[in-house]
């Protein structure tokens, strides 16, 4: 990685939030309830693609099941899913803004890695259509919610799950 990438995770954990930081009720009970709290031991996993190796999974398998998803598929997944996982170098913006408009999840793999990704990353937790973005440095959310107004959440990812 390059020291540009380190300097991003700097920044981001000064000006990141914890739970304590949010405004939201969704977003404040999900980082209560999953993302600051011990991996859940119950079993409940989502069916993720075969070749889906990141050292996050724990924690996004966590976070989706308390939204209520089922299972979590790439660009290349046939079989509908409910949320996608995508890194940002293999797609364009306009083609992410449609996952998101279409009611999909979208999981978005190190998005602070390059300046493309960054570039994206930043143009898209701009845009109005995508309500909620929820950056955890090494992976963000990006979903749309007609209840809520529009806002981007910078939380600390949680190194000791």
């Not at 409940?44 to 966590?62: E, I, T």
């Not at 660009?75 to 996952?99: G, H, R």
Request: overall charge positive; proline content about 4%; charged content about 25%.
């Amino acid at each position: 990685m390059c020291m540009r990438y380190y300097w991003e995770l700097v920044k981001h954990f000064f000006l990141a939030n914890s739970r304590h930081g949010t405004h939201s009720p969704f977003v404040y009970k999900l980082a209560d309830t999953v993302i600051y709290r011990a991996p859940r031991v119950d079993g409940v996993g989502l069916k993720f693609p075969v070749h889906f190796s990141v050292r996050y999974a724990a924690l996004l398998n966590d976070m989706l099941v308390f939204m209520g998803l089922q299972s979590v598929g790439d660009l290349s997944t046939t079989v509908p899913t409910d949320a996608v996982w995508l890194d940002l170098t293999e797609v364009s913006v306009i083609e992410v803004k449609k996952l998101v408009k279409a009611g999909m999840v979208v999981v978005v793999h190190e998005p602070y890695r390059t300046r493309e990704t960054l570039a994206k990353w930043r143009s898209l937790i701009a845009d109005h259509d995508l309500q909620v973005s929820i950056d955890l440095f090494h992976f963000g959310l990006l979903l749309h919610r007609d209840e809520q107004r529009k806002e981007n959440f910078v939380l600390r990812y949680p190194y000791t799950r």
